[in-house]
């Protein structure tokens, strides 16, 4: 954690074991950054295609977790209501299943990642609106509280489902 969180700062590369300036590589700063070349390569891994030239031409942990946490946990205002307004009107469409929950799923988690926790209520709510008409019996079998089938016909105006299908 110390390589993103900027507690594990990079080494002097020319000093020696006395601290005096050197000619020859600090041997604690190459094992530094093979380890920081690591998370970097950690990080850039776990990053999809959409989301990777945010981080591309950083070479080190430190910017790259930084570029990321100013794109995704920007707490503003607008922020916010765009990440709330494309899970209320998330559908799943072509995207097989897991795609659609992954989805939801990702912008659930960033809307945790700035303080904005969404019920998970309300997260199955929005999940079970934008399903496709090939799930109505799955829909119809889940055993949902009377407030979370209130939330789905507020949401189905949009949805696949009708008003009165619950």
């Known amino acids: 954690m110390g390589f993103v969180d900027g507690s594990l700062r990079a080494l002097l590369v020319l000093i020696d074991d006395q601290g005096k300036p050197t000619t020859t590589l600090n041997p604690e700063y190459l094992l530094w950054n093979r380890k920081d070349q690591f998370v970097l390569g950690w990080i850039n891994a776990t990053l999809s295609d959409k989301v990777a030239p945010s981080v591309y031409g950083l070479n080190s942990a430190r910017p790259a977790w930084l570029a990321l946490a100013n794109k995704f946990a920007s707490p503003s205002r607008s922020r916010i209501n765009h990440l709330k307004r494309l899970l209320q009107t998330l559908n799943q469409g072509s995207m097989k299943c897991a795609a659609y929950l992954d989805s939801a799923k990702q912008i659930a988690a960033q809307l945790g990642a700035i303080g904005k926790t969404i019920d998970d209520d309300d997260l199955i709510a929005y999940i079970v609106s934008g399903l496709t008409h090939s799930y109505h ?15 789905l016909l507020k949401i189905s105006k949009q949805s696949y489902y009708p008003l009165n299908y619950f």
């Open 137 to 151: 019996p799955f829909v119809t079998s889940l055993p949902l509280p009377p407030e979370t089938k209130l939330s």
